[in-house]
């Protein structure tokens, strides 16, 4: 764990990720969270996976636009594939200077999408994202929950077309987010457990009063 001034092995830098399923404003949330970290004097490096990198952006293209089937295992070690180069080229060496990394969607997501919606098993695919970002864990995990009905009337609005997990159907979305919320209740240190139904302002500013203490 990296640790930020609340503990934890790097006491300047400071790694925040946000999961939860499609729909639930992680994009807003990144956003106003980027901003007033700015405003309190921290540089962000704000990213996200998969396609934090070059590499990244190719296999973001396999993984949610690509046509045709993709077996599920190889869906998992494309996924790992990314968090290994992202990790190595991005993350660690922002946390190194001191900066915030914020970032949309990080081990968690493995282990909602693939160990559970993909039923390959939630305990293997933390390994294997644990062994290939070298064992890094966030500060800080902000989780945006939100029941699988309203999700996805979020993304009837603001969608034309619908990536390959988007597309799945609701019995795949109701395993993701109780593996989500499973993951939460098993580290309770780590994540933060939001009602994404409420206004994006108020959940702004519930994140914020968590992270205080950090900065």
Do not use: C
Not at 161 to 180: S, T
């Amino acid at each position: 764990m990296t640790g930020g001034n609340a503990g934890g092995e790097n006491p300047s830098g400071l790694f925040i990720t946000l999961e939860g399923g499609d729909g639930s404003g992680k994009s807003t949330q990144a956003a106003l969270l980027e901003q007033w970290l700015t405003e309190q004097g921290r540089a962000v490096v704000r990213t996200r996976e998969p396609g934090g990198t070059p590499a990244g952006v190719e296999i973001r293209e396999i993984v949610l636009h690509h046509r045709g089937d993709i077996s599920p295992r190889a869906e998992a070690l494309l996924y790992a594939a990314d968090r290994a180069d992202h990790v190595a080229t991005v993350v660690r060496p922002a946390l190194s200077r001191g900066e915030v990394v914020l970032q949309d969607r990080y081990l968690d997501s493995s282990v909602a999408y693939q160990g559970a919606g993909r039923v390959l098993g939630g305990d293997e695919i933390r390994d294997l994202s644990l062994w290939a970002a070298e064992g890094l864990l966030p500060d800080l995990t902000i989780l945006l929950d939100l029941d699988e009905t309203t999700a996805r009337a979020r993304l009837d609005t603001s969608r034309t077309r619908y990536d390959r997990l988007e597309a799945e159907k609701a019995e795949f979305h109701a395993r993701v987010r109780a593996a989500y919320l499973d993951l939460a209740a098993a580290e309770p240190e780590r994540f933060l457990v939001i009602d994404a139904a409420r206004p994006a302002e108020q959940i702004a500013e519930e994140i914020r009063a968590r992270l205080t203490p950090y900065l």
